[in-house]
């Protein structure tokens, strides 16, 4: 069963910065091969919104966060990464990554980002 753990969330002020983790791992056998690695935030109760999204192909995201949020991954340690930067407080919101593989799809728990004076 693979486990996704997040961190990194957290009070900021308007204009700070968050640098969010996840992290896989395997309570037995071995991580299958991660084509995506994706940060979401809740957005509604019914929707997600895609935030960032990084592969081998491309890296993407929301026209809300462009110029703002970096993501970036380190296969070796199957962790991914997301750099915010200029935080506002509209960013506030529950963040849950998403590892996507051939077979199956991971959440993370979710992390609380909340971006007030």
């Known amino acids: 069963q693979v486990k996704l753990v997040e961190s990194g969330g957290g009070l900021v002020q308007p204009g700070g910065s968050l640098r969010l983790s996840c992290a896989a791992s395997?309570?037995?056998?071995?991580?299958?091969?991660?084509?995506?690695m994706d940060w979401y935030r809740q957005g509604s109760e019914e929707y997600r919104e895609m935030v960032a999204s990084?592969?081998?192909?491309?890296?993407i995201y929301a026209d809300s966060v462009k110029g703002r949020f970096t993501i970036s991954r380190d296969n070796s340690k199957k962790t991914v990464y997301l750099q915010m930067n200029d935080l506002k407080p509209e960013d506030s919101d529950v963040y849950y990554c998403?590892?996507?593989?051939?077979?199956?799809?991971?959440w993370g728990q979710g992390t609380q980002v909340t971006v007030s004076s």
């Open positions: 395997a309570d037995s056998g071995s991580i299958p091969t991660i084509n995506s």
């Open positions: 998403l590892f996507q593989t051939d077979w199956e799809n991971y």
């Open positions: 990084i592969s081998s192909r491309r890296t």
